[in-house]
């Protein structure tokens, strides 16, 4: 068995961390033969509520857990935290587009990124759920001075997620057999899917399926597939979301073979987005480190869509500017 790891989940009280939690404790995020601490956080008033949740915990029984912290005290809950899934932060309603979080949720991202450079492992890996999700992991990076930026990511791994199953239902496919799907942006109704050079068993997605489906069916539905979840179920996405989060550190930390992911992560100019946002990229990871995908062909459709989500993420940053000093 190897040394156990830390890992450090915000909102644990809430609902994404309800499968999270379990998920990570049974070993689906870094294998069956790594050891975990949790180091659970919530605010105070949801501490009575997490308790209840370790209790569970207890009752698994699993053998990977090491150790169980519950807090509500950042510095305690990141202290040596090797891998930090940043989750806790107000879910939208219906009705709401998710930058209209900014205001309730920029603060919490500010005072986490000052604990994690102070407490984190200097070499944590930090995914940020909670929404809007870039520009929170873009505040979270800014205030934690002593981390590389780079060690702060952002989730848009439920969006490839979702187009990889839109795509796979319209061809008849199975999603193992598809790759090289890209979300470029941010994780909003401007996220741009990219089927361009998607593969589908090896042929052209694009040669299996007709432009005016990606334009007036494709795009909308991965764009919009959070808001229709709130509409069904009353509530935000949560065991997708939890899947997601941990596809994203399972695959940054064990390596993608090849495969492209899409990750947000801060621009470093590439494909002609300036740096200073988050913006969600193809990458691959090997050896715990991640890589943009480079070289790609980019025409005047995906151009256009690429700046649109750019530009919202500008205006998301321009809003939340005197947190980033
Ligand atoms: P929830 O309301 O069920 O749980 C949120 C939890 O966070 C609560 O227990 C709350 O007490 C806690 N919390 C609030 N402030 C905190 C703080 N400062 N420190 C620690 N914990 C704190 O919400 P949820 O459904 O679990 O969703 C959590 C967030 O994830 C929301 O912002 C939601 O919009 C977002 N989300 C993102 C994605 C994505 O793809 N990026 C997908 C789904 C949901
Ligand atoms: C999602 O995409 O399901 C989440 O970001 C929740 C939301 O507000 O849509």
């Known amino acids: ?107 919490i991202f500010s005072v986490q990124g000052k604990a994690l450079s102070e407490k984190a492992s200097r070499d944590v890996k930090v995914l940020v759920v909670g929404n809007p999700a870039n520009t929170n992991a873009l505040i979270t990076a800014s205030n934690a001075k002593k981390l590389d930026p780079k060690q702060i990511t952002a989730m848009v791994r439920l969006d490839h997620n979702r187009a990889i199953s839109q795509l796979a239902a319209k061809t008849g496919t199975s999603g193992n057999d ?69 596809d994203h550190m399972r695959d940054w930390a064990l390596g993608t073979n090849g495969k492209w992911v899409s990750m947000g992560i801060p621009s470093d100019g590439s494909y002609g987005i300036a740096p200073g946002v988050v913006y969600g990229y193809p990458v691959t990871c090997a050896n715990g480190k991640y890589e943009i995908v480079q070289g790609l062909s980019v025409d005047e459709f995906s151009r256009a869509r690429m700046s649109v989500t750019e530009t919202e993420l500008r205006e998301e940053r321009a809003a939340i500017e005197e947190l980033l000093k």
């Open 1 to 107: 068995m190897k040394k156990p790891v830390k890992v450090a989940i915000t909102g644990a009280a809430g609902q994404i961390a309800y499968s999270l939690i379990f998920r990570v404790a049974s070993g689906s995020m870094l294998g069956p033969d790594q050891p975990v601490i949790l180091q659970l956080l919530d605010i105070p008033d949801s501490l009575e509520k997490l308790k209840g949740t370790v209790m569970e915990i207890e009752d698994c029984a699993f053998p990977l857990v090491s150790g169980v912290v519950a807090t509500a005290d950042p510095m305690e809950a990141f202290d040596g935290t090797d891998y930090g899934l940043l989750v806790g932060a107000r879910p939208r309603g219906p009705g709401m587009e998710r930058k209209d979080l900014l205001e309730a949720n920029a603060k």
């Open 178 to 246: 598809i790759d090289k799907v890209i979300i470029w942006g941010n994780h909003s109704a401007t996220q741009y899917p990219d089927i361009s050079h998607t593969t589908i068993a090896g042929k052209a997605a694009k040669s299996l399926v007709s432009q005016e489906w990606v334009e007036k069916d494709f795009i909308p539905t991965v764009q919009q597939r959070g808001a229709a979840i709130i509409k069904a179920r009353g509530l935000s996405s949560a065991a997708s979301a939890a899947s997601a989060a941990v």
